[in-house]
Nanobody
Framework: QLQFVESGGGLVQPGGSLRLSCTAS????????IGWFRQAPGKEREGVSC????????KYADTVKGRFTISRDNAKNTVYLQMNSLRPEDTAVYYC??????????????WGQGTQVTVSS
């Protein structure tokens, strides 16, 4: 069973940066596109970014374009989300999940427990 562990969240001031990590447990990430998602209190979960299995293609939500960068290191079985110029509206629990690149943000699954990101002064 695919299982992810997200880490790297925390409290950061507006304009600050965080790097989230998504590590696979018990399987190799090589064959999967990996997506980052987030869910703020009272809101639906939304797709943030996605990276293809090879790492050669990426997608971003309009709200994070130019501020967030997704990358992967298949040798470490880990996908990263570098988040810069953070805003209070980026506050959410961030999750990663596996799926097919062409269908993102739909049809992704195997959710981890998430990591909390709070942007506040």
């Amino acid at each position: 069973q695919l299982q992810f562990v997200e880490s790297g969240g925390g409290l950061v001031q507006p304009g600050g940066s965080l790097r989230l990590s998504c590590t696979a447990s018990g399987f190799t990430l090589d064959y999967y596109a990996i997506g980052w998602f987030r869910q703020a209190p009272g809101k639906e979960r939304e797709g943030v970014s996605c990276i293809s299995s090879s790492g050669g293609s990426t997608k971003y939500a309009d709200t994070v374009k130019g501020r967030f960068t997704i990358s992967r290191d298949n040798a470490k079985n880990t996908v990263y989300l570098q988040m810069n110029s953070l805003r209070p509206e980026d506050t959410a629990v961030y999750y990663c999940a596996a799926g097919e690149y062409r269908t993102w943000p739909r049809l992704f699954g195997s959710w981890g427990q998430g990591t909390q990101v709070t942007v506040s002064s």
